[in-house]
């Protein structure tokens, strides 16, 4: 017999280390876009853990390419080639049209790779170390000491200082703003295609194709975050791609793996040839052959189940019924976000305090910055189920 939810909650706070305020919910088990808790209460899952189960849970093909691996090779070390990080980096090179992929275990480290390849790249330039990195307020990349450095948020920076240097901050969607922190020492810009835990908000096309132009003007690599964002998130394989403005670094992780933990820096042909050479980067765990046969199967799933395009209409679907309930209470201020990564802000209501109402009623929803609750699906999700959570959140509200 399975311990009361107390039990477990109790004897977790004992035994890891508090770094989370976890809401007091032990779940057990998933289904199709639903999770279970211990006392057997399902609920409608808008967070994905926090937009990483892109295929939601048990769906056909996934489990069992993870299975016939488990029963192939789990690991071996970047010493040797395997099977499955071949094909898992060819299809996210096909998916993306950039050049080469380095793998990580998680989206800090591959925004870690990114750093690293910025400097790298300017300095067999110049052989100089001064360089900079210009970054946006309100950004998140990570919560590593570099990733940190570039994560615009202050409460976040304070207590860890003193940081990775050569750091430089500008305003997301201001791109007078970027230009005025440019200078000769500038080796990349990194941002978030559209912005997640500050708040849900989408780069303007004008921002991101000047951030663009400035980058080729001055020989500076530009890094595109898209490990929430990307893979299908917001109707195209890659945020960017809807521009039509190509990074010269992409990191990618969340639903990458759809569930293992699994990142990737993705370099373009023009940076791949001029930056990290054999001895700069390393890893033991990335790229083993139990993640990649994961990452291998989920695009072909996406493929396969045209997941892509489903998203853009359960996406279009999804902001219809939002803008509608918008107007239907004061407090919420507006939608903001692509597909099917969505934000309301609200004014004058607390997004925790409705976030647990929410679990109340059956519906995982979570927050971002200033106040905001996301909702960041399964992409697999139907209209259905977006009816369903409107009619959740409507009660919690």
Known sequence: MMESRETIIERAEEAVLHTYNRYPLVLDRGE??????????????????????????????????????????????????????????????????????????????AVEGAIKTARKYAWLKDGKTDHEIIAMNHSFHGRSMGALAVTGNEAYQAPFRPLIGGIRFADFNDLDSVRAQINDRTCGIILETVQGEGGIYPASEEFLKGVRALCEEHDILLILDEIQCGMGRTGSMFAWQEYGVMPNVMTCAKALGSGVPVGAFVLDEKTAGASLAPGDHGTTYGGNPFVCAAVSRVFDLFEENNLVEHVREVGAYLEQRLDELVKSFEFLEERRGKGLMQGLALQGRDAGEIVAKAQEQGLLVITAGGNVLRLVPPLVIEKAHVDEMIEKLTAAF
């Open 32 to 109: 199709g876009v639903y999770l279970y808790d211990t006392d057997g209460k399902q609920y409608l899952d808008f967070a994905a853990g926090i937009a990483v189960q892109a295929l939601g849970y048990h769906y056909p093909g996934y489990d069992e390419a993870l299975k016939d691996q488990i029963d192939k090779l789990l690991h071996t070390s970047n010493l040797y080639y395997n099977l499955p990080v071949m094909e898992a980096a060819q299809k996210l090179v096909k998916a993306s049209g950039m050049s080469r992929v380095f793998f990580t275990n998680s989206g800090t480290e």
